[in-house]
């Protein structure tokens, strides 16, 4: 099978054999495989400080239909050869109170289990065998839809969820403001729209603040000099309270600390290297911080089936396998509207 994998020397197409898939496992034919920034990282990591073994196949947001079942796993609802299925990523112990409640991405006593595209062979391939156990079904959504909703849909979800719970105020009071309008950011602009929020969106680039308008900003603003002024206007002084960084460098920290509101909370998405000042006086009173990683289970079941009754929508874009390396290359450039999404099958 043709598979798209970072190496020592870099990354690119490469023959492998088809998986088998082991005690527990299953084979799915990928339907369509996103590129995440992550990859990027990743890839950007010096060879003795990559946190995984190379060669590895690329590829954390899975969709496809199951191809074959392995030793142990027996077929249920859903999960029948030829079923569509969605990877769920997290991989927790599967026994802590977290894992239990779906909640792998936070477990306690996380075990040698890796996602795939993170550890174990990733989606960017024909076929990939992953655990049974990390299947979701995935009927009636678009299979570039449901890959991009297992990682871009699920972070953005999970992030903004759980900082409007943490401010405390409803919904529709609350001020969120995105900083970073990518394959995450239109999502959580999405989302908060959804939830009644009022809402700003930053983006250094035109047609990512486009696209923020059109999922539904009520403003859409550029950074500069002028932006915490800018924030702090829109907001009859009070700043926002829910500031969700999907950068994470350090601009994007500066500008989070100088609008988040008192009582607010700067959630952390972005895996840029900046760093927040946290301390009296460097931070509005009651502010708190958050560094959420991925998302539930129940979060993601949730949004497949938001997608699936047409209520959320991720923009993406079709490419080939072959195309994925030029793909990567426009995301890093900031070309790529919504999330590229790689089809094996074309
Ligand atoms: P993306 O490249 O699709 O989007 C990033 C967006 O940020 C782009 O639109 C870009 O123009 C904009 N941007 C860059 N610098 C900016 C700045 N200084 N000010 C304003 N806008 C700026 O990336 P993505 O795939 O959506 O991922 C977003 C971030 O989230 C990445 O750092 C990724 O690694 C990270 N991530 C984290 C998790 C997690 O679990 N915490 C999960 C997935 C992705
Ligand atoms: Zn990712
Ligand atoms: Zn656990």
């Known amino acids: 099978m043709r598979a798209f994998v970072l190496d020592r020397d870099g990354w690119g197409l490469a023959d492998l054999p088809d998986p088998r898939p082991g005690a527990g496992q299953v084979v799915v034919r990928t339907t369509a495989a996103g590129l995440c920034h992550s990859d990027l990282t990743l890839a950007s990591r010096s060879v003795d400080q990559h946190p995984f073994a190379l060669p590895l196949v690329l590829g954390h947001e899975l969709a496809g239909t199951v191809e074959a079942l392995g030793p142990g796993v027996a077929e249920h609802a859903g999960i029948e050869v030829g079923a569509a299925v969605v990877g769920y990523g997290p991989r927790g112990c599967g026994r802590c109170g ?21 550890g174990a062979p990733g989606a960017l ?4 065998a992953v655990d049974a156990d990390h299947l979701v079904p995935a009927p009636g959504v678009s299979p570039a839809q449901a890959a991009a909703l297992t990682d871009a849909g699920l972070t953005a979800r999970h992030a903004l969820e759980r900082a409007v ?5 409803p919904a529709e009071e609350t ?19 959804r939830a009644g929020s009022r809402l700003l969106a930053v983006d250094r680039l035109p047609a990512k603040r486009e696209l923020a308008a059109r999922c539904g900003a009520d403003h859409v603003l550029a950074p500069g000099p002028s932006l915490a002024r800018a924030v702090r206007e829109l907001t009859q002084g009070r700043g926002a309270d829910v500031v969700l960084d999907l950068v994470g460098s350090s601009s994007s920290l500066d500008l989070a600390s100088e609008v988040v509101a008192i009582g607010g909370i700067v959630s952390i998405v972005g895996v840029g290297s900046g760093r927040l000042a946290v301390g009296m006086h460097a931070l509005p009173l009651g502010v708190r911080t958050d560094l959420p990683y991925w998302g539930t289970r129940p979060e993601l079941v949730g949004l497949l089936g938001l997608a ?3 209520e959320v929508r991720v923009e993406v874009e079709e490419v080939g396998l072959e195309a994925v390396e030029a793909a990567y290359a426009r995301l890093a450039a900031g070309e790529v509207l919504g999330r590229a999404v790689a089809r094996p099958r074309g």
């Open 98 to 118: 977290r894992c239990a409640s779906g909640a792998e991405n936070y477990c306690r006593t996380p075990g040698p289990r890796l996602p795939p595209g993170l």
């Open 125 to 128: 391939a024909e076929l990939v």
């Open 308 to 310: 699936a009754a047409g």
């Open 175 to 193: 001020t969120v403001v995105v900083i970073g309008v990518g394959g995450l950011g239109h999502v959580a602009v999405q989302l908060a729209r």
């Open 165 to 169: 719970m943490a401010v405390g105020l």
